[in-house]
């Protein structure tokens, strides 16, 4: 996770480190050309969100969040993209939430040991805008805080241009037993987009 958090600080994709590296095979005498070569950039190819996430959505005093879940369970929680917080300018994120430092978070081990449990209505970070307003961002879902996001707290504008993914605001991560639970109280992107579409007041699932 540390490394999705230091390219994301240095404006470089977080996925990076995990596409395809070709290595020169011989297959009965004879170089076998990279899988590249078949790349077309006029193709309009799956992202790496499409490609491993599911996307969902939680609705909280009438802003959206966005959850990327990931098969191996992570979450990522971020700014759906129609939060109000785009439209008026992001100014600051802060992960003290007044009793806690969210930032001060450590995890150890494969199970990740000493991460802050957390609600799905429990506040993880709090963001204000360039209008002055102030915005608590819910953790969304019941896990274990993995990791924030702490490149925002020096460059809190990096939501507004990093790449769906890459401008998260933490990692989360929820018990097996708890997952189809989890799913379920979120909204689908079917269901978010049909919203979306008769201009009905966001609310909670």
């Known amino acids: 996770m540390a490394t999705l958090e230091a390219a994301s600080s240095a404006g470089e994709d977080p996925f990076a480190p995990y596409y395809f590296q070709q290595?020169?095979?011989?297959?009965?005498g004879q170089l076998v050309s990279p899988i590249t070569d078949c790349y077309d950039p006029m193709m309009n190819y799956p992202s790496m969100v499409d490609r491993?996430?599911?996307?969902?959505?939680?609705?909280?005093?009438?802003?959206?969040?966005?959850?990327?879940?990931?098969?191996?369970?992570?979450?990522?929680?971020?700014?759906?993209?129609?939060?109000?917080?785009?439209?008026?300018?992001?100014a600051s994120v802060s992960y003290n939430v007044g009793n806690?430092?969210?930032?001060?978070?450590v995890?150890?081990?494969?199970?990740?040991k000493g991460g802050?449990?957390?609600?799905?209505?429990?506040?993880?970070?709090?963001?204000?805008?360039?209008?002055?307003?102030?915005?608590?961002?819910?953790?969304?879902?019941?896990?274990?805080?993995?990791?924030?996001?702490?490149?925002?707290l020096t460059d809190a504008k990096q939501l507004e241009q990093a790449p769906e993914g890459a401008?998260?605001?933490?990692?989360?991560?929820?018990k097996i037993e708890n997952c189809d639970d989890i799913k379920a109280s979120l909204l689908t992107q079917q269901q978010y987009e049909e919203q979306l579409k008769k201009g009905e007041p966001e609310s909670e699932k």
Request: with cysteine; charged share 15%.
């Open 167 to 174: 401008g998260y605001i933490a990692i989360l991560l929820p």
């Open 116 to 152: 802050m449990i957390l609600q799905a209505d429990t506040t993880l970070a709090v963001l204000t805008t360039d209008a002055g307003n102030t915005y608590k961002i819910p953790s969304c879902i019941r896990g274990k805080l993995v990791e924030v996001n702490t490149a925002l």
């Open 52 to 90: 491993f996430f599911t996307r969902y959505y939680y609705i909280k005093a009438g802003a959206a969040y966005q959850v990327l879940y990931h098969s191996n369970r992570i979450c990522l929680v971020c700014l759906a993209p129609t939060h109000p917080a785009y439209g008026e300018g992001i």
């Open 100 to 105: 806690v430092d969210r930032s001060q978070n």
């Open 107 to 112: 995890v150890k081990g494969k199970a990740k």
């Open 23 to 28: 290595e020169e095979q011989l297959i009965c």
